[in-house]
């Protein structure tokens, strides 16, 4: 039986940009701006060439938002390392790199069995190919559009391909878009197929962030609905 119920549009604002010596209120003015979730963006300093945090500011983070859904992104090496940390911290959903993982069954079922949601992250340069044969084992794909490792960057469109052929192949599967994403280049996401939308710079940065996240979850809906009717 597939693990993957009908996508829904979702909205996670990413908060790498945002000014982390408020973090905790930085993550509430997200929720009260209408964000579905949070995309925390987790960095070692050798998977990519930054670095952010780790589960301590995670679970500091839990009890101030006991209801709020984290998908932390994990920028990091050995990404199995993690998994019994976060879970205790208080995470929703962990987020790994394809090109990080050598046991990628062994830790998807890891990170099931910790009680979070698995996601599978593919750095541009990574065929879509690549995670075909896990399928069954991970709830949502992370398609990157833009080098991991730094906010602000420009959108990849060119990896809309992979979300065509993700959407075309699993259109149940959670598919979500991480980097450069706001109000001029959702639509290609959201056409593409996209349902779960991480944007950064673009909300946190914005003047009035409920109005940025309306324009992205317009435009989801509006493409989820045309594909449903065209089903
Ligand atoms: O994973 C990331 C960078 O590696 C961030 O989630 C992403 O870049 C979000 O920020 P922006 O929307 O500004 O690109
Ligand atoms: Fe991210």
């Not at 069954?136 to 794909?141: H, K, P, Q, S």
Request: net charge negative; glycine share 8%; charged share 20%.
């Amino acid at each position: 039986m597939s693990r993957h119920a009908t996508p829904c549009c979702k909205i996670g604002p990413s908060i790498l940009c945002a000014d982390l010596s408020c973090l905790a209120d930085e993550c509430q003015r997200m929720m009260q701006s209408g964000a579905d979730y949070l995309h925390l963006d987790v960095m070692d300093g050798h998977f990519v060439p930054n670095l952010t945090f780790g589960h301590p500011i995670v679970k500091c983070l839990r009890p101030k938002m006991p209801d709020v859904y984290f998908d932390m992104h994990m920028m990091v090496e050995n990404p199995e390392k993690w998994v019994e940390s976060m879970s205790d911290a208080g995470a929703n959903q962990y987020t790994f790199h394809v090109e990080a993982c050598e046991d990628i069954p062994t830790l998807c079922r890891k990170i099931q069995e910790a009680g979070m949601r698995v996601g599978i992250a593919l750095k541009p340069g990574t065929p879509v190919e690549t995670i075909l044969p896990y399928s069954e084992l991970f709830d949502v794909a992370l398609v990157m559009t833009v080098e991991p490792g730094f906010g602000g960057q420009r959108f990849m469109e060119d990896m809309m391909a992979k979300v065509q052929y993700l959407r075309t192949n699993f259109p149940n599967l959670d598919i979500e878009v991480d980097g450069g994403v706001g109000p001029s280049t959702i639509d290609v996401c959201a056409e593409a197929g996209a349902n779960m939308i991480v944007s950064g710079t673009a909300i946190t940065g914005a003047s009035d962030p409920s109005q940025v996240i309306a324009l992205l979850r317009n435009s989801v809906e509006n493409a989820i609905q045309k594909s449903q009717l065209e089903r």
